[in-house]
């Protein structure tokens, strides 16, 4: 096991890095239990955007046809 007090600070708490905020919890954290916390985090977000994207096209798909790409960029700017 390393030891904290060898480990610059952001590479001791990768979750407190990333987040911010409540330092005072997530300062209690061991190294170990940050980096998991943060790959859960990351891997939650991701499966957010997924499905959040995922609904975006499922809505759009109810509009006829021609009107897609033109919600899509009112909606997007793309």
């Known amino acids: 096991m390393v030891s904290r007090s060898h480990l610059p600070p952001r590479d001791r708490n990768p979750l407190l890095t990333e987040l911010k905020e409540p330092h005072d919890v997530l300062s209690q ?3 170990e239990e ?3 916390l943060l790959g859960l985090l ?3 977000k991701a499966t957010h955007q997924k499905r959040l994207d995922g609904s975006v096209e499922d809505t759009l798909k109810v ?3 021609l009107i897609r790409p033109a919600a899509r960029k009112i909606l997007f700017g793309k």
Request: hydrophobic share 40%; glycine share 0%; proline share 17%.
């Open 63 to 65: 509009l006829p046809r």
């Open 42 to 44: 990351r891997k939650a």
């Open 34 to 36: 940050s980096v998991l």
């Open 29 to 31: 954290l061991s190294p």
